[in-house]
T-cell receptor, first 110, second 110 residues
């Protein structure tokens, strides 16, 4: 099992650009989520999904969209990147309340 | 009051020392409790679950005190490789959404 995979590992964007962070898991977990982690702020939930076709907002959803067309994939879209979205992004899947994290995407918005 | 609170540290201890961290939570309906370990610039990984009866795994012991609403992590015979940030995670009953503490930094020095 590859577990949770994320691409890209690193990304630099200019303000106003859009992009999609990819996340996939091969453990057949229903629950998936996206977090951002900033120094001193801990992990903050952006969006989550409890199954294919179902998504909901977390603590900091503004500026991000998600979709869940399959159990395996949960992409995160930045609509118009802003410097405030410079962060490390982690995707996670969950089973029995245990979270399995991907390796993260380090995003810098100039 | 934050839902899950941890002392950010850093806890600076010599090899071989015993060190303990506490994590307090505000939601008395919380059902599941976990400790995660996060190495610098890496994703969080599950260290251990915390059961009502406590949980021990080698040098690591986790305890739950429901009356005072805190969980603890005890590390005996600290190793240099234990240096990391330790995240407390609490799941409210009936919710998929975990609440993460901001983490406690541990530095073990020779």
């Amino acid at each position: 099992n590859a577990g949770v995979t994320q691409t890209p590992k690193f990304q630099v964007l200019k303000t106003g650009q859009s992009m999609t962070l990819q996340c996939a898991q091969d453990m057949n977990h229903e629950y998936m989520s996206w977090y951002r982690q900033d120094p001193g702020m801990g992990l903050r939930l952006i969006h989550y999904s409890v199954g294919a076709g179902i998504t909901d907002q977390g603590e900091v959803p503004n500026g991000y969209n998600v979709s869940r067309s399959t159990t395996e994939d949960f992409p995160l879209r930045l609509l118009s990147a802003a410097p405030s979205q410079t962060s490390v992004y982690f995707c996670a899947s969950s089973y029995n309340n245990e979270q399995f994290f991907g390796p993260g995407t380090r995003l810098t918005v100039l | 009051r934050k839902e899950v609170e941890q002392d950010p540290g850093p806890f600076n201890v010599p090899e071989g020392a015993t060190v303990a961290f506490n994590c307090t939570y505000s939601n008395s309906a919380s059902q599941s409790f976990f400790w995660y370990r996060q190495d610098c610039r890496k994703e969080p990984k599950l260290l251990m679950s915390v059961y009502s009866s406590g949980n021990e795994d080698g040098r690591f012991t986790a305890q739950l005190n429901r009356a005072s609403q805190y969980i603890s992590l005890l590390i005996r015979d600290s190793k240099l490789s234990d240096s990391a940030t330790y995240l407390c995670v609490v799941n409210p009953g009936g919710s998929y959404i975990p609440t993460f503490g901001r983490g406690t930094s541990l530095i073990v020095h020779p």
